[in-house]
T-cell receptor, first 109, second 116 residues
């Protein structure tokens, strides 16, 4: 499983765009990049997944450069309710998810 | 929207006692998982279950742990003799598919286990 590195924490203000970058230099050819969100005392929640280029859904966008050694989760116009921990996961075997420490995003009014 | 449910939400037990944590996965899902999260720490994989058998387990999942799908809807995690260090939030998850491509594991709200 590819090792991932992401910032421990980030601060933002309501209405701003937040970009969280994850580094995964050892990503394998058949690995996918997946982001989960976790609120305090709740289970993680799938946000988005991609393999290459850009993926967008109603919640976020995921940018993956051609070399796939990093990825950026983009949250447009965050609100207070986006305060959470965001996890970047890389892998192909979906029989288990390996979570790192994630990025703790704090959104201020 | 279908969701994974877990009971109880909070379980307090004495060290050495057996506990059973219950989960109802999403009905058309085929893969089931247990994870745990000790307070302030990472979410850790415990076990995955498919076709009525364990498909993978972590080193945390020792002989004190067992899983079962006793009927068509429930998925349980049993801890035979609880230790203080078993205190954690336990999450059940399920997914439609377990390999490759676009996949998503749906997590339940968790059971907070407190071992005294």
């Amino acid at each position: 499983l590819a090792k991932t590195t992401q910032p421990i924490s980030m601060d933002s203000y309501e209405g701003q765009e937040v970009n969280i970058t994850c580094s995964h230099n050892n990503i394998a050819t058949n690995d996918y990049i997946t982001w989960y969100q976790q609120f305090p005392s709740q289970g993680p929640r799938f946000i988005i997944q991609g393999y290459k280029t850009k993926v967008t859904n109603e919640v976020a966008s995921l940018f993956i450069p051609a070399d796939r050694k990093s990825s950026t989760l983009s949250l447009p116009r965050v609100s207070l309710s986006d305060t959470a921990v965001y996890y970047c996961l890389v892998g192909a075997n979906t029989d288990k998810l390996i979570f790192g420490t994630g990025t703790r995003l704090q959104v201020f009014p | 929207e279908p969701e994974v449910t877990q009971t109880p939400s909070h379980q307090v037990t004495q060290m050495g006692q057996e506990v059973i944590l219950r989960c109802v996965p999403i009905s058309n899902h085929l893969y089931f998982y247990w994870y745990r999260q000790i307070l302030g720490q990472k979410v850790e994989f415990l076990v995955s279950f498919y076709n009525n058998e364990i498909s993978e387990k972590s080193e945390i999942f020792d002989d004190q742990f067992s899983v079962e799908r006793p009927d068509g809807s429930n998925f349980t995690l049993k801890i035979r003799s609880t230790k203080l260090e078993d205190s954690a939030m336990y999450f059940c998850a399920s997914s439609v598919t377990g390999t490759g491509g676009l996949y998503e594991q749906f997590f339940g709200p968790g059971t907070r286990l407190t071992v005294l």
